[in-house]
């Protein structure tokens, strides 16, 4: 009897892992849709104006925001973090770290990344 007491604690184990990764899997799928869809939208607008902060920092001016983010992924590759600028690996609730939760809202990857790194050392 305990044998398939502990058979079956081990089988809803592993339903509720697959579960998890597939609503994980799922919400990974619509925010990346998303962002997409939010990237197509700015790059409507194809320059992204920056400018040099007080601080000194280095700055692209003008730059299209598709031809940095190819930058900025190639940086975030040759350091070994994932596309949001964490450890390859991390897990993030909801899927994705654009998503937030508790408001329904998405930040688009790029506004993200420029938040996070806003001394960009990818120039």
Sequence with gaps: MKVIQQRT????????IIVTL?????????DSEKSTDTTEHLQTDNTVEL??????SNIAEGSDEASLLKIIDA????NDLNT???PIGTMYM?????????????????QYLMEKFPEQPWI
């Design 9 to 16: 604690a081990i089988a809803i184990v592993l339903v509720a």
């Design 22 to 30: 597939s609503v994980t899997l799922s919400m990974n799928k619509r």
């Design 51 to 56: 400018s040099s902060t007080n601080e000194g």
């Design 75 to 78: 940086w975030l590759e040759q």
């Design 94 to 110: 909801g899927g994705s770290p654009l998503f937030d939760e508790t408001t329904g809202t998405s930040t688009p990857r790029f």
């Design 84 to 86: 949001y600028g964490d």
